[in-house]
C-alpha cells in the first residue's frame, strides 16, 4: 500500500477549439498523502477544476501520468476507470448536480447502480448516510425542498455511498451561505479524522487556513505546495 494515494507527474493537459490551443495544465507533478486533508488553491480559470478532474479519472491528461494509489489511471481502459471511480472516488461538486424528480434517498441509490450493493440493501445505506450527514428527517425530500446547504449534504451523502477512501471536491461550498458551509465544512472534517483523504478545491481561505496541505496553481503549474 502506496503512502501517496494521489501522485502527479509531469501532468500536461491541452484543448484545442479550431485553430486555437489552451493549455490547462503545464507540467503539473504532485503528491497526496493517504489520510490528508488538501486544498488545491489560485485564480479561476488557472487549472485548479482540470486538474481535480484529471485525478478522479474524469479526464485524460495530454502528456504525463496520474497514479491513484499506485495505479497508472492514465492506461486504464474507459471500463476499468469507471470501475476505480465507483470503488474509491466520491466526487462533489459546487453545483449538486442532483437529480430533480428523485428524492433525497433515491439520489443517494443512483450512486449504488452499479456498486454490487444488493438492491434491498440500498435504501437502508442511503438513509444511514443521509443520517450521518444530518438529514434523518428529509429522506423522502425532493432537491426543490430543501436548501442549498441540506442539498450539498445530500451530495455529500451519495458521494460516500460505494465508502471510497478518496474525496474530490470541487468548490463544495461555493454556492452556499456562511452558516450552511459551517455545516458542510464540520462534515468534511469529521470524515478526515475518519481516515478519509480529501482534496477540495477552493477560493475560500478559511478552508486552506484549516487544511494539512495547500497545493497552489497558477497558470497552469504548481507554485506551491
Known amino acids: 500500500m ?99 424528480n428523485l428524492t433525497a434517498e433515491e439520489n443517494v441509490e443512483t450512486a449504488m447502480m452499479f456498486s454490487g450493493i444488493p438492491e434491498k440493501a440500498q435504501p437502508v445505506r442511503a438513509r444511514e448516510l ?18 442549498g446547504g441540506q442539498q450539498q449534504r445530500v451530495a455529500i451523502a451519495r458521494a460516500l455511498a460505494n465508502d471510497p477512501e478518496i474525496l474530490l471536491m470541487d468548490e463544495p461550498t461555493g454556492n452556499l451561505d456562511s452558516a450552511a458551509e459551517g455545516e458542510v465544512l464540520e462534515i468534511l472534517f469529521q470524515l478526515h479524522r475518519q481516515g478519509k483523504t480529501v482534496v477540495i478545491v477552493t477560493h475560500n481561505n478559511e478552508i486552506a487556513r484549516q487544511a494539512g496541505g495547500v497545493i497552489e496553481i497558477r497558470d497552469g503549474r504548481v507554485v506551491a505546495a
Not at 486555437?20 to 480559470?45: H, W
Open 2 to 100: 502506496t503512502e501517496m494515494i494521489i501522485k502527479t507527474e509531469n501532468l500536461h493537459k491541452t484543448y484545442a477549439t479550431g485553430k486555437v490551443t489552451t493549455a490547462a495544465l503545464r507540467g503539473v507533478s504532485l503528491e497526496i498523502p493517504r489520510g490528508s486533508f488538501s486544498c488545491i488553491i489560485g485564480p479561476s480559470g488557472h487549472g485548479k477544476s482540470t486538474l481535480m478532474h484529471l485525478i478522479g479519472g474524469l479526464d485524460r491528461p495530454t502528456v504525463g501520468r496520474v497514479l491513484v494509489d499506485g495505479t497508472d489511471i492514465s492506461l486504464l481502459s474507459s471500463s476499468r476507470l469507471a470501475e476505480l471511480r465507483a470503488g474509491k472516488i466520491g466526487f462533489v461538486f459546487q453545483f449538486f448536480n442532483l437529480l430533480q
Open 130 to 147: 443521509l443520517s450521518l450527514v444530518g438529514l434523518a428527517e428529509k429522506f423522502r425530500a425532493k432537491p426543490s425542498e430543501l436548501s
